[in-house]
């Protein structure tokens, strides 16, 4: 029988065992392993049962059991202890509460995904995980952030195989009611809702669901209530389900129903209105729209509203490539806006906001990272090799600048370490140093773990692995249609004792999954090596509607099974958060060979690398800068670079066969013989090196281990990537955001002013003439050169201006190479809005040297000289 309706049952627990409660509601627990440990100990097989979700796990006990746990005295001083312990970290001062009055009192955190917990499904990779890790180390470091999101009805699908191995996809529905989550209500006792009219009189409702991931706040916004149509109510089915409108709809919801969420918070929960905004990724960009609505229909104009929204907003792009950008017709944005999604705003301008009005641009598309740069006073991209990706590929928005000028900096991407150091890992160094958690501060004392202890953890850590992957390969070979008869093979899958490779991400095509299998019978020799093997554990999930993708997979998954080689490579599906915690563990090798520079960041090896795995990887987002030759290796790409981008000297196929070759070569000449170390076993599987005496162990492997450990530990942590994030973005955003809104926007309404009569008269301006004195026939290094620049200005005044000489390296084409500026001083008023500018500057290196004259307009209120992407070259 089926029920018509369904309610859920909240556990009410003993008054002595009460803090359990916030205890399991608060995500804190998915990283403080003490409380995880307290919840296994509570009772085992229902903790497992439960998929280790304290929730659920609640749930599912009985009154009785709750009952005897209440008289067990041990028990419940343990449950009152990290209930205080939990109490002190949600209130206690941290590290940004050090940081004085200038630091923003909130910050606004956008994002379409967040990757917090397996039992919170609401991510499908990198961007996801990156946007859960942020609020995690944001709580630790008492940032106040603020998160806005969607909770999709089926989160990402979840992912099988055919029996031959093509990807099925499913999409169980969830139950908030089940989730750490809690409905926002009115005083009243209703739910509190936020309201989008959308085309046809139709209308769009969100309700709004708080998660608590410790400190941190997160609103997720639902729009499957009553009062909604169907379509409307399917507008947070699923993550990235959908395309065009329904997209659309996804990232107005976001964005504007975010701050309309982010209102209702403040108001019920009286907390402080944000001072930054920060917008991850283009799909959250309409937020500036809304935000710009909201002064609009305070009786600001358009410029001063832009004005006043730009100057505390910041927005991260994360893809390196313009296919992975969301764009949409311009007719699709001005069909929902005509609808009066922002009445007071012109959709004429917001329009302009996305259009690609640069060379190379589509009139017709509406393009979301151009909106949220355009948005934003300061913008960054994810890895320092991405922000000059990031800004080569953007530099047709400001014109007239060398690509190095761009206003896009980058923050390079950090992983939660709690979240993702293996407990074996923390154990060791509480039994040998005293640290309760790995800290920073605590990375260098890697270099005090003796050989046989980090040996042995890694084994360990291997062997974890390896019964979690026999336990999913054989229930995916089940879903499969195998019986049971047929799985004694799986018993012996992998080996405790050899080395392990790990590749799991997301399977788009530039990622290349099957590179490894580019000569199938190479691979096949270095998994099956009489005295050096390998073993490979595969991951990942293919975009449903990428069949290229998930024709990969079918590759991958048909060598893997091969039975002479399936005992040594598998392929486990529905990659996820729980599956990771014990595959980056337990990994000796990270593998990543993307297409440079096509990686923004990744921060998969990031996780490996702290729990001590080596990384494996082509030079591409943040291993192209922490790569130091003796953390791993570095997978030499065929196609060489200039700049940012890739020179295109060989094709796809040439390209994919040489940086194959290379990988394989690394593999059997450098890899695996340092694994095995001096003294390799005889027969794989039997007498490893594990059980070798203390003098074989393989020295010069364990030693890049604990470099790893102590030199990419605190690089690679998100208290590191937070603390950027504060000091280069947040708290010059909130600065920027008090002056301009100050004294009633006094300060945005005068530099919107100056805005426009800037760009109104921006065309008079020119350079007309510059003369050099001093120069002489033979220039020598320590002479100096006078510069006179003769400048129209029209209607403009010296003072809106800085004039600048650029000098240096002159190249065979005339370009300068790494130019340094001096700005002229205003010598002469010449009359008729011509002025006279002047300066020295010294000649410091030999060689072809020249010079050129630029102006720029110039502005307290401005966060860079190209913001407003004017110049006037010589």
């Not at 009805?153 to 989550?181: C, H, I, M």
Request: proline share 6%.
């Amino acid at each position: 029988m089926k029920a018509i309706r369904r309610f859920t049952v909240r556990t009410v627990l003993p008054d002595s065992i009460a803090p359990l409660s916030k205890l399991a509601s608060n995500l804190r627990w998915s990283w403080h392993e003490p409380t995880t440990r307290l919840f296994a100990d509570l009772d085992p097989a229902a903790w497992k049962a439960s998929g280790h979700d304290p929730v659920k796990f609640l749930g599912s006990v009985s009154r009785g059991s709750l009952e005897r746990l209440a008289q067990d005295a041990g028990l419940v001083q343990r449950i009152q202890d990290l209930g205080a312990d939990l109490d002190a970290y949600l209130t206690a001062p941290r590290w940004y509460q050090t940081l004085g009055e200038d630091a923003p009192r909130a910050v606004a955190y956008f994002s379409p995904e967040y990757g917090i917990s397996a039992v919170l499904p609401q991510y499908s990779g990198g961007l996801g995980i990156l946007a859960g890790d942020h609020l995690k180390s944001a709580s630790d470091l008492g940032v106040p952030l603020i998160a806005v999101g969607l909770l999709y009805q089926a989160g990402y699908f979840k992912q099988a195989l055919s029996r031959d191995g093509w990807q099925l996809e499913t999409y169980p529905v969830l139950d908030p009611n089940g989730l750490p989550l809690t409905l926002l209500r009115e005083e009243d006792g209703t739910p509190a809702r936020v309201n989008l009219p959308l085309p046809n009189n139709r209308r769009l409702s969100a309700q709004i669901w708080r998660a608590d991931v410790g400190r941190v706040p997160l609103l997720l916004l639902d729009s499957d209530v009553t009062g909604n149509d169907d379509a409307a109510r399917g507008i947070t089915d699923r993550l990235y389900g959908g395309g065009g409108d329904h997209r659309l709809q996804q990232e107005l919801l976001l964005g504007m129903g975010g701050v309309k969420a982010l209102r209702v918070y403040e108001r019920l929960s009286g907390t402080a209105a944000p001072e930054v905004f920060h917008t991850n990724e283009g799909h959250a960009g309409f937020l500036g729209v809304e935000r710009i609505r909201e002064l609009m229909d305070n009786g600001m104009g358009w410029e001063e509203a832009l004005t006043a929204t730009r100057a505390n907003t910041v927005f991260t792009t994360h893809t390196p490539v313009p296919a992975g950008i969301d764009r949409f017709d311009q007719s699709q944005i001005r069909h929902f806006f005509s609808a009066g999604l922002a009445q007071s705003v012109p959709t004429d301008k917001v329009l302009a906001l996305g259009a690609e009005s640069y060379d190379g641009g589509d009139p017709g598309k509406f393009n979301m990272a151009v909106m949220g740069l355009r948005l934003a006073q300061r913008a960054n991209g994810v890895a320092k090799l991405h922000g000059k990706v990031s800004r080569e590929m953007f530099s047709g928005l400001w014109p007239g600048f060398d690509i190095s000028e761009v206003p896009i900096t980058s923050v390079t991407n950090g992983v939660h370490v709690p979240s993702w150091v293996d407990p074996e890992l923390t154990k060791l160094a509480r039994e040998k140093f005293g640290v309760a958690t790995v800290h920073d501060r605590d990375w260098s004392r890697a270099y005090e773990i003796s050989d046989r202890d980090l040996w042995d953890l890694r084994r360990r850590l291997r062997s974890n692995l390896i019964d979690d992957v026999r336990r999913r390969v054989r229930a995916a070979w089940r879903k499969r249609g195998a019986t049971d008869a047929e799985l004694a093979w799986t018993d012996n899958v992998l080996d405790p004792d050899i080395l392990t490779i790990g590749f799991a991400r997301r399977v788009p095509t530039y990622k290349r999954l099957t590179l490894m299998l580019r000569d199938p019978a190479r691979l096949k020799a270095l998994l099956l090596h009489p005295t050096h093997p390998l073993q490979v554990v595969v991951a990942g999930k293919s975009h449903p509607a990428d069949e290229q993708g998930k024709r990969m997979i079918q590759d991958l998954v048909r060598f893997t099974d091969d039975p002479e080689v399936r005992h040594r490579i598998v392929f486990l599906p529905n990659y996820d958060i729980a599956m990771a915690r014990t595959l980056f563990p337990g990994c000796d090798v990270w593998l990543n060979n993307p297409l440079r520079p096509l990686e923004a960041s990744g921060t998969s090896g990031m996780k490996s690398a702290i729990n001590g795995g080596l990384n494996l990887s082509i030079l591409d987002g943040w291993w192209d800068e922490m790569f130091d030759g003796g953390n791993g290796w570095a997978i030499p790409s065929a196609n060489p670079t200039q700049g940012a981008r890739t020179r295109e000297v060989y094709g796809p196929d040439q390209r994919d066969d040489l940086e194959a070759a290379a990988l394989y070569d690394l593999l059997e000449n450098a890899v695996t013989p340092m694994f095995y170390g001096k003294e390799p076993p005889a027969e794989a599987g039997s007498a490893g090196p594990s059980d070798a005496p203390t003098g074989s162990l393989p020295s010069e492997w364990l030693e890049m281990v604990k470099h790893t450990l102590a030199d990419l530990g605190p690089a690679v942590s998100a208290n590191r990537m937070l603390r950027d994030y504060v000091n280069q973005l947040y708290r010059p955003a909130g600065q920027s955001g008090r002056a301009a809104s100050a004294n009633g926007y006094a300060a945005a309404k005068e530099l919107a002013e100056w805005i426009t009569r800037i760009r109104d008269g921006w065309s008079a301006v020119s350079v007309e003439h510059v003369d050099s004195i001093g120069i002489t026939d033979d220039p020598q290094i320590g002479d100096q050169l006078k510069v006179q620049a003769y400048v129209s200005l029209g209607s403009l005044r010296p003072e809106d201006v800085s004039v600048e000489v650029a000098y240096g390296k002159a190249l065979e084409n005339d370009q300068l190479a790494d130019p340094r500026t001096e700005e002229l001083v205003q010598a002469e008023d010449l009359g008729s809005g011509r002025h006279m500018f002047s300066g020295t500057i010294g000649i410091e290196q030999a060689g072809p040297f020249g010079y050129t004259v630029r102006v720029l307009p110039v502005h307290a209120g401005l966060a860079s000289k190209a913001e407003l992407g004017l110049v006037a070259n010589a």
